[in-house]
Nanobody, 122 residues
């Protein structure tokens, strides 16, 4: 069964860094967009970053310049390096696979991980 498994979440102080990983099993995802979303308590799930199959990346304005998405197609793993973390970055972070190579919106993703909690203290 194809699945995505996130890891790397935790508790960090404001200004700190975390690196999230998303490991895929069951197939390769080199031809598809891979992305990170997040959902804070009481809020809608929101887009964080996406990596297209051609190498292009896009970020939410709220994380631009602080977060970096990358992928290792050989290892079938996607990463999210998060620097200069803020309390408002606190959320459950989800990895997702796109239905096609250029996915950005939530509805364009068809496989989701279980999520990993990121908590940033003031």
């Amino acid at each position: 069964q194809v699945q995505l498994v996130e890891s790397g979440g935790g508790l960090v102080q404001a200004g700190g860094s975390l690196r999230l990983s998303c490991a895929a099993s069951g197939r390769t995802f080199g031809s598809y967009a891979m992305a990170w979303f997040r959902q804070a308590p009481g809020k809608e799930r929101e887009f964080v970053a996406t990596s297209w199959s051609d190498g292009r990346t896009y970020y939410a304005d709220s994380v631009k310049g602080r977060f970096t998405i990358s992928r290792d197609n050989a290892k079938i793993t996607v990463y999210l390096q998060m620097n200069s973390l803020k309390p408002e970055d606190t959320a459950v972070y989800y990895c997702a696979k796109g239905k096609h190579p250029w996915a950005r919106e939530s509805l364009e993703f068809d496989l989701w991980g279980q999520g990993t909690q990121v908590t940033v203290s003031p």
